[in-house]
Nanobody, 118 residues
């Protein structure tokens, strides 16, 4: 069973930085993509970025491009979301998710709260 465990959320001031981590386990194939999402109270879930394990390509949403960066540490089986220049509107629960292409299934982490104070 694929499992995703997120960590690194917390309280930060406007302009500060945080790095979120998503520890992944249980993969039985390499044809997957991993992305980061967030959802603020009263808002729809928003996709932030996605990295493909097939070709190594990475995509970012317009709202965070230039401020957020996705990276990975294969030795630790962990994907990171580096968040810089944080704004109060970045306050949300942040999730990581993976999609397995060959099985057409998706898995979600439990989410981690990020709060940016003004």
């Amino acid at each position: 069973e694929v499992q995703l465990v997120e960590s690194g959320g917390g309280l930060v001031q406007t302009g500060g930085s945080l790095r979120l981590a998503c520890a992944a386990s249980g993969f039985t194939s390499d044809d997957y993509a991993i992305g980061w999402f967030r959802q603020a109270p009263g808002k729809e879930r928003e996709g932030l970025g996605c990295r493909s394990n097939i070709d190594g390509s990475t995509y970012y949403g317009d709202s965070v491009k230039g401020r957020f960066t996705i990276s990975s540490d294969n030795a630790k089986n962990t994907v990171y979301l580096q968040m810089n220049s944080l704004k109060p509107e970045d306050t949300a629960v942040y999730y990581c998710s993976t999609y397995i292409l060959s099985r057409k299934v998706r898995y979600w982490g439990q989410g981690t709260q990020v709060t940016v104070s003004s």
